[in-house]
């Protein structure tokens, strides 16, 4: 199926029945107010790439947040088969997925972008009730015990 075929399909249900790729093979929608999901045509892939910001990089600590992401991308089971990575120009962490369209249905599609959806919301949900990271851990005091004949600097 032509991706603006599944796009108008899905505009229909959210009141946009005009919603179809522009000049550029893209197109943003936003669901709730606030979740900004972009549709981008690949016609070399045959693919609709569908991406969404999740949240912005700390400046310090982000191992921790790194280990998250990994985790929840293990075989896609906290993704509903979406994946998250760090776009490293923007400094901010992005949920993306690939959906082929030859052969799927528009209400295959539509299923498909709600759990986009559903994994946005729960993602940015749990990114935005992270604890601030730690400060970085300090250097040793220059008052500690060093070897005899050493210096601590």
């Known amino acids: 199926m032509h991706p603006d075929t599944l796009l108008s399909e899905l505009g229909t249900l959210a009141g946009l ?3 179809k790729l522009n000049e550029q093979g893209c197109t943003r929608l936003v669901f709730d107010g606030s979740l900004a999901v972009n549709f981008e045509w690949n016609d070399s892939l045959g693919q609709l790439l569908v991406y969404a910001p999740v949240g912005r990089l ?5 191992e921790p947040l790194y280990r998250l992401l990994l985790e929840g991308n ?4 906290e993704t509903a088969g979406a994946t998250l990575s760090v776009d490293p120009l923007e400094n901010e962490i992005v949920l993306h997925r690939a959906i082929e369209v030859e052969g799927i249905t528009a209400t295959a ?4 972008v709600g759990a986009f959806v559903d994994t946005l919301e729960n993602w940015t949900a749990r990114l935005a009730e992270l604890p601030a990271p730690d400060p970085k851990p300090r250097e040793e005091s220059s008052t500690s015990q060093a070897p005899a004949g050493m210096f601590r600097v």
Not at 74 to 77: H, K, P, Q, T
């Open 17 to 19: 029945p005009e919603l």
């Open 58 to 62: 700390p400046a310090e600590g982000k």
């Open 74 to 77: 293990l075989f896609g089971l």
């Open 109 to 112: 599609f539509q299923a498909l």
